[in-house]
């Protein structure tokens, strides 16, 4: 993924919020608030669907910057147990 899409499930989720609402309070003849619980559901799952399941997955590594990523990832990894609930 290209560092100019990085942000790019956050706009398509936005989107679809933004089209469904109205299709479903005006169109549908649904409640608004409703509707609005819906469209957001809607909009939050599209924006977890479309993002990255790697970290730093959209960084271009070559070279020296692979060795940096690997080591933030490897760092993360290993402090991710650390973080949980307490």
Same mark, same amino acid.
Request: glycine fraction near 16%; charged fraction near 10%; charge should be neutral.
């Given at each position: 993924?290209?560092?100019?899409? !990085? &942000? ?7 989107? %679809?919020? !933004?089209?469904? =609402?109205? *299709?479903? #309070?005006?169109? *549908? &003849?649904?409640? /608004? ?8 559901? %809607?909009?939050? &799952? =599209? *924006? *977890? ?8 997955? $959209?960084?271009? #590594?070559?070279?020296? #910057?692979?060795?940096?990523? +690997? /080591?933030?990832?490897?760092? =993360?990894?290993?402090? +991710?147990?650390? %973080? $949980?609930?307490?």
């Amino acid at each position: 993924m290209p560092p100019a899409l !990085a &942000g790019m499930n956050w706009i398509a989720g936005g989107a %679809a919020a !933004a089209i469904l =609402l109205p *299709v479903l #309070a005006i169109g *549908v &003849g649904m409640p /608004f608030w409703i509707a609005g619980i819906i469209s957001a559901a %809607a909009g939050g &799952g =599209l *924006v *977890v669907l479309l993002s990255p399941r790697k970290l730093f997955e $959209g960084l271009d #590594a070559s070279g020296v #910057a692979r060795g940096k990523i +690997e /080591f933030a990832r490897s760092l =993360l990894t290993d402090a +991710e147990p650390l %973080a $949980g609930p307490s």
